[in-house]
């Protein structure tokens, strides 16, 4: 089989799952998607987006058996409607597809791309806005840096692919 045939079966595999086990859990409708993990087609990340932030849940196609483990991550959906109108907010908003975490940090209105990167290291991160006298106000964007030890990252795949779990993928690393 062609790597590119794999790869389409392997994604349809995981989305059946996961629409099955959404379904389940009462989002059925919620706007999702699936992508592999770096390096490789064995392990996937599915994220699903709910009123109070997202799912996150991993496939690995060599060892996991059974329902697919999705953990719920909060966002700031107030600080996100809230800032609806500024100009950064609204790009990346049409940019993301709406697939983006809000946080408030600092004062500051921090926001993530949930399609590049997993819980809780987002490649792109960046403040677009400071809370001044109760509202957000537009500041020059400004990305916020990951810190990861890629080769953790990788060894952590590595065993994920190979080995069941809770779902969860994290290399103990952060915001």
Known sequence: ??????????????????????????????????VPMPFNTLLWRVVAMTPEGYVEGFRSLAADRGPMVFKAYPS?????????GIEA??????????????READ??????????GAEPDYFFRFAVAERARG?????????????????MALSVTWRRIWHSDDGGLSTGAGP
């Open 1 to 34: 089989m062609s790597a590119g045939r794999w790869s389409l079966v392997a994604k349809t595999l995981v989305d059946r799952r996961a629409e099955r086990d959404l379904a389940a859990m009462g989002l059925d409708q919620a706007p999702r998607f699936s």
């Open 76 to 84: 700031n959906v107030q600080a996100l409607r809230e800032a609806e």
């Open 89 to 102: 907010v609204d790009r990346l908003t049409w940019f993301n597809h709406g697939f983006m975490q809000a």
């Open 107 to 116: 004062g500051r209105l921090v926001l993530a791309d949930l399609r590049m």
């Open 135 to 151: 509202e957000w106000r537009a500041i020059e964007p400004e990305q916020i840096a990951m810190r990861r030890d890629i080769r």
